[in-house]
C-alpha cells in the first residue's frame, strides 16, 4: 500500500522555468511533510519541511504548498537552475508516533540550461 | 563533521554469500534507519532502531537483520544474498521522535549476482 504517492517520475525544464513536483497522501494522521532532494551518488538531504498548521513555505526559490482537505502538497521551484538537477522525493510521517518516514517514489528533474 | 559513515561503498557478491553492512553516526542521535533505493521504488525502509537497544520491522524486512551495536552503530546483514537484493543501501539518523529531518550516509552499492 503506497501511502503516498510522486508525480510526475520526470521532469524537464528549462532554466529559468518553473519545476513543480505534486504528492498525495492518503493517511489523515500525517503532520509533517518534507522534502528531500538527491544528487546522483548521495544520499538524500532535506530541502525543505511543512507542517499542516501552514498552506505556504518558502525557503528562497522553493516553495512548499499544501492542502490538507485535498491531502496533497506540492513543491515549487522557482527560476529553475541546472544545478537543480536531482532526484526529489516527497515524505511524511506523523511527529511522536511511529518512527517511520514514508516517501513518495521520487522525481528526476533535469533542468536545461 | 563526518555524519553519517557507511562501509563498504560498493559491494559484489554471489547468491548465498553472507555480509554486513556498517553504519555510524557522530551526531548523538537516537534513531537509525535503514532503507533501500531501487529505480522507480523510490526509498523503501527496511529496519530502524528508535533507540540503543531496540530494532523494528520497515516495509520490506524479508532476509535482513540488523544489530543496533551502540548508540553509534546500526549494522545490516544480509544472512544469504539474492539478486533481488542487489540495490543501492542507505543509512540514516535522526535525534528522535521529536524532529523530522533524516540524515543519510552516501549509500552502499550492493550487487548480487
Known amino acids: 500500500q503506497q501511502q503516498v504517492k510522486q508525480s510526475p517520475q520526470s521532469l524537464i525544464v528549462q532554466k529559468g522555468g518553473i519545476s513543480i513536483i505534486n504528492c498525495a497522501y492518503e493517511?489523515?494522521?500525517?503532520?509533517?511533510f518534507p522534502w528531500y532532494q538527491q544528487f546522483p551518488g548521495k544520499g538524500p538531504a532535506l530541502l525543505i519541511a511543512?507542517?499542516?498548521?501552514?498552506s505556504e513555505k518558502k525557503e528562497g526559490r522553493f516553495t512548499i504548498s499544501f492542502n490538507k482537505s485535498a491531502k496533497q502538497f506540492s513543491l515549487h521551484i522557482m527560476d529553475s537552475q541546472p544545478g537543480d538537477s536531482a532526484t526529489y522525493f516527497c515524505?511524511?510521517?506523523?511527529?511522536?508516533?511511529?518512527?517511520?518516514?514514508?516517501f513518495g517514489k521520487g522525481t528526476k528533474l533535469t533542468v536545461n540550461p | 563533521n563526518a555524519g553519517v559513515t557507511q562501509t563498504p561503498k560498493f559491494q559484489v557478491l554471489k547468491t548465498g554469500q553472507s555480509m554486513t553492512l556498517q553504519c555510524a553516526q557522530d551526531?548523538?542521535?537516537?534513531?537509525m534507519y535503514w532503507y533501500r533505493q531501487d529505480p522507480g521504488m523510490g526509498l523503501r525502509l527496511i529496519y530502524y532502531?528508535?533507540?540503543?537497544?531496540?530494532?523494528d520491522k520497515g516495509e520490506v524486512p524479508n532476509g535482513y537483520n540488523v544489530s543496533r551495536l551502540n548508540k553509534r552503530e546500526f549494522s545490516l546483514r544480509l544472512e544469504s544474498a539474492a539478486p533481488s537484493q542487489t540495490s543501492v543501501y542507505f543509512c540514516?539518523?535522526?535525534?528522535?521522535?521529536?524532529?523530522?529531518?533524516?540524515?543519510f550516509g552516501e549509500g552502499s552499492r550492493l550487487t548480487v549476482l
Open positions: 540514516a539518523s535522526r535525534p528522535g521522535t521529536a524532529t523530522g529531518e533524516l540524515f
Open positions: 493517511n489523515t494522521a500525517f503532520d509533517y
Open positions: 511543512i507542517r499542516p498548521d501552514v
Open positions: 515524505a511524511a510521517s506523523k511527529e511522536g508516533g511511529s518512527e517511520k518516514l514514508v
Open positions: 551526531m548523538n542521535h537516537n534513531s
Open positions: 532502531s528508535a533507540s540503543e537497544g531496540t530494532t
